[in-house]
């Protein structure tokens, strides 16, 4: 075998097809666009799922791909098994060829098998494949075994058959499927097998190693389940690099290639480990090798980490990385270091991540910070936790909020429960996980995939041409009428329709800007245009009513957007631009676009970045914004080949889709983005630039809402009213309003906290009284009273002061606070082991409606029947 880098094995794969007349086509995001169904890409053939469905069309019918690809959350999850085996991984890269209706079995099946015995010098001895036996009807793939045979040589026990499970794809319960066929490397006989009688390629140990897997796409399955052949069948190949790599590189675990085994020594340096030495440490650094990949992968393709949805994913990985962290002695933030290693060797593949560097670092270093934050108050929970399980059982519900809420694992969890002689409910735990997964599986919402209807309409009708750059007003004829996602030929008067035209001025809702307004008008018929969209591809839709007369499929229209309402959605859609260079240029290069929203009234930004700017910042972001609206510089756009477009320099937005063509707006001399919205004419256009509001929407995502001309400059005037306002009722003038608030504000916090010692003195001095109410029962001093102390650090503080004076015993207190109960009971540490605060306190709330918990030593109770406090109190005595 060559012995070849990964770097080598990718490139020679992808030069491999591209001699073959393959084009080759940059790995997609791990951010599905337009596929609500997916979590992340987790194959080479998401990027073309609708080049095979036929709904998009592309200048190649053949194409080569090394896909970043990440299989954790929802259906396809490895998570779990990271770290414990040789091979399963979050992240990882699928190297694909694809055919769409050129070549197929013959051509894909000798290729295959040239490249990995002809030019990665796999001996075909240690090579077996397999082929789709046949089943429910559907016939053995006699076709790829008679090639297989023809093209390898294989002797017939090494051309093996497997069922519909292993050996037969579908992209649904309908559309396009067929038969696969694997190749499988032998890693050898001494390798573990857990089953009685090792199933060779069937067999789920490490034996036998699938490393490239091919589809067939022959049949479309229809409703009722039949296959009838494809008039043009297409190819769809993966082969794990990882696991390719290792093959050649003669090493057994995908962690010992050179992809990552960088990555684990950076893991042995920071925790002075040795990898090999103990099968613990081993495991914990696989584990933060594999996620730190995943970490600064997906966070470079603007994934960060969160409560929800592809953040909660990211943040899982993240938090389990530095679980494993922690056992391996590392007790400071270190996974941001190792995501620095993964910029080092991957980026020559991936230049994206050298550019995106700083911020993939900090997110990566935040967020370890703030979940080690988090351990220390999951480790006081649990502490509370055991103060409330009477039973010495903690439940699932409680085990898996500390899982969910705080990143402890369950088997952390049991191991601190055991310290204390506690068990877990297990059962309880795997029913809230259960349900929180159920939760978690990314679904469309109403953000459902295109309907049918759109991808048929374009198929039929092709792309809608857009005149809007250059004109507000134009001449078309109706193509298509809809009505209920149905096609008619015709619509009246009050009916609500989607309308296509051949040609529209009219802007489709896209990359954050809103669709255009106005009016269609035939020579029967007037229309309002409420909305236009782009449900499929360039199709434009115009959602609208019909106002008089009727429309007719066919009919000449004259197509006119609102001008005033379009200009105000340039001038903020050019600000945006302008914005995001000032925050470049201000806040530092690590800022990127993580959404936005561009309509008449407002523009909203999402950017990445931690910090609250200080409003001295923000104010100098819009001091050069407005400087570059002055300076009235011409807004010049023009069409580039998208790698000359990057190679000027041009920004490329998160989560946007590109051709081959694109659109780049230069905006003043420094701002160069790739858009394909609409623009004013120059920078004076904007009139007034002015930020309404900063503020974190997630961890490491900051918005800013600001609008623009006349909306801009009424904000300002209201804001100066409402401070002149301000001024007179402080007695001050606009400029002394600042120093006379914070003055106010001292004052006012000087008197709370002269309120609350004065209460504190009160709760203190009646503290003596209060011990009237002790007694001794059982050898054991008592004191249950009412307190006219309702805050619960004054309880707190005046508890721990009868505590003292009583030397040892229980002290019950009991306050209301705005119709609402309030019961602390404080135990003495000598008498925990007899009598635990919390089971206590939880006794004691059933008399006021409530339920409390806390430490043995110390715990609290709220109810809503204040009413119930004499009878609570007197219940201590009897409960002692």
């Known amino acids: 075998m060559r012995k070849l880098t990964a770097d080598q094995v990718r490139s020679t794969f992808l030069d491999f097809f591209a001699k073959r007349g393959h084009a080759v086509v940059p790995s997609s995001s791990l951010v599905p666009r337009a596929d609500p169904t997916l979590l992340f890409t987790n194959a080479g053939m998401v990027q073309f799922k609708d080049v095979f469905t036929g709904r998009e069309t592309r200048d190649y019918r053949r194409a080569t791909t090394a896909q970043k690809c990440v299989r954790a959350g929802g259906k396809h999850n490895d998570l779990d098994n990271v770290g414990h085996t040789a091979r ?82 579908a992209m649904g319960e309908t559309g396009p499927c067929g038969p696969c066929s694997e190749i499988h490397f032998h890693q050898g006989d001494d390798l573990p097998c857990g089953a009685p009688v090792c199933q060779g390629v069937a067999c789920d140990c490490d034996r036998w190693l699938e490393i490239w897997n091919l589809v067939f796409m022959q049949f479309e399955r229809s409703e009722g389940g039949k296959l009838t052949p494809l008039p043009r069948p297409s190819i769809d190949t993966g082969a794990g690099l990882e696991r390719l790599s290792a093959v050649v590189q003669g090493v057994r675990s995908n962690y010992d290639t050179d992809l990552l085994r960088s990555l684990v020594a950076a893991g042995e340096r920071l ?102 934050r988090t351990l220390d108050k999951g480790l006081k929970l649990i502490e509370e936790e055991f103060g409330r399980a009477s039973d010495r059982v903690l439940s699932g519900a409680v085990v898996f909020k500390l899982y969910d809420t705080y990143g402890f694992p369950k088997d952390l969890t049991e191991i601190v429960a055991a310290e204390r002689g506690f068990t877990v409910d297990g ?29 048929a309409l374009r198929g039929e009708l092709g792309d809608s041409a857009f005149t809007g750059y250059r004109e507000t007003q134009s001449e078309g004829k109706v193509r298509a009428i809809l009505v209920g996602g149905g096609r008619v030929s015709s619509a009246s008067k009050g009916m609500e329709v989607e309308v296509v035209t051949d040609r529209t001025p009219f802007y ?27 449900p499929v591809g360039t199709l434009i839709v115009h959602r609208a009513r019909v106002t008089s007369g009727a429309l007719h499929e066919g009919d000449a229209v004259t197509l006119r957007v609102d001008v005033e309402r379009r200009n105000r959605i340039r001038a903020n859609h050019s600000a945006t631009h302008l914005l995001h260079w000032a925050l470049k240029r201000v806040l530092g290069e690590h800022v990127r676009q993580a959404g936005s929203v561009v309509r008449p009234d407002d523009l909203r930004f999402d950017y990445s ?107 300002v005037q209201d804001e100066e009213v409402a401070m ?11 400029r002394e309003l600042v120093p006379r608030v914070e003055g106010a504000a001292r004052r006012i916090k000087e008197l709370e906290q002269s309120l609350a010692a004065e209460k504190k003195r009160a709760a203190t001095a009646s503290s003596a009284d209060l011990l009237e109410g002790l007694r001794e029962i059982n050898g054991v001093k008592v004191l249950a009273t009412r307190a006219e102390a309702p ?90």
């Open 791 to 880: 805050e619960p650090q004054a309880m707190r503080d005046l508890a721990d002061k009868l505590r003292d004076k009583i030397g040892s015993g229980i002290v019950a207190l009991g306050a209301e606070k705005e119709g609402k109960a309030i019961l602390l009971v404080a135990v003495t540490k000598d008498l925990t082991s007899r009598y635990r605060a919390g089971d206590l306190v939880r006794e004691l709330a059933r008399e006021i409606g409530g339920s409390g918990g806390g430490k043995p030593d110390l715990a609290q109770a709220g109810g809503s029947n204040p009413a119930g406090l004499p009878r609570a109190l007197q219940r201590l005595y009897e409960l002692v």
């Open 609 to 715: 970045h931690y910090q609250a700017p200080p409003p001295e910042t923000l104010a100098e972001v819009e001091r050069l914004v407005n400087a570059q609206v002055r300076r009235n510089a011409a807004a010049e756009t023009e069409e580039l080949a998208i790698d000359e477009a990057k190679r000027s320099g041009a920004v490329a937005l998160f989560g946007e889709k590109y051709g081959d063509r694109v659109r780049v707006v230069q905006m003043g001399p420094d701002s160069r983005e790739l858009c394909g919205g609409t623009h004013v004419a120059r920078t004076g256009d904007i009139g007034f630039f002015k930020i309404q509001s900063e503020g974190s929407i997630a961890s490491g995502v900051r918005r800013i809402v600001a609008l623009t001309g006349e909306a801009a400059v009424r904000f």
């Open 88 to 169: 399963h991984h979050t992240f990882f890269e699928m190297l694909g060829n694809f055919s769409f209706g050129d070549d197929f079995k013959p051509d894909a099946i000798a290729w295959a098998w040239e490249l990995v015995t002809g030019v990665l010098g796999l001996p075909p001895d240690r090579l077996a494949v397999t082929i789709f036996a046949g089943e429910e009807g559907i016939p053995r793939d006699e076709e790829a075994r008679a090639i297989w045979k023809k093209v390898s040589g294989l002797p017939d026990d090494r051309i093996l058959e497997l069922g519909k499970k292993e050996n037969f794809w």
């Open 427 to 455: 059962a309880g735990y795997e029913k809230a996980l259960a349900e929180q997964q159920a939760r978690s599986e990314f679904r469309g919402s109403g953000e459902q995939a295109v309907a049918d209807v759109y991808p």
């Open 508 to 534: 489709g809702e896209s990359g954050g800007q809103v669709g255009d307004t106005g009016t269609i008008e035939g020579a029967k018929g007037a229309l309002e245009v409420l909305d236009v969209q782009k």
């Open 271 to 372: 925790s002075r480990k040795a990898y090999g030495k103990d099968p613990d440490d081993d495991v914990a650094l696989r584990v933060i090798a594999d996620h730190a990949r995943a970490t600064a992968f997906l966070v470079g393709d603007g994934v960060l980490p969160s409560n929800e949805g592809r953040g909660y994913v990211l943040r899982r990985i993240m938090r389990r990385a530095i679980r494993y962290g922690t056992r391996l002695g590392l007790d400071r933030p270190f996974l941001h270091e190792v995501c620095r290693e993964v910029v080092s060797a991957m980026s020559s593949a991936y230049p994206d991540l050298r550019e995106n560097e700083t911020f993939i670092l900090e997110v990566a270093q935040r967020e370890e910070e703030a979940f080690r």
């Open 724 to 734: 002149r306002r301000a001024a007179e009722a402080l007695k001050a003038s606009p």
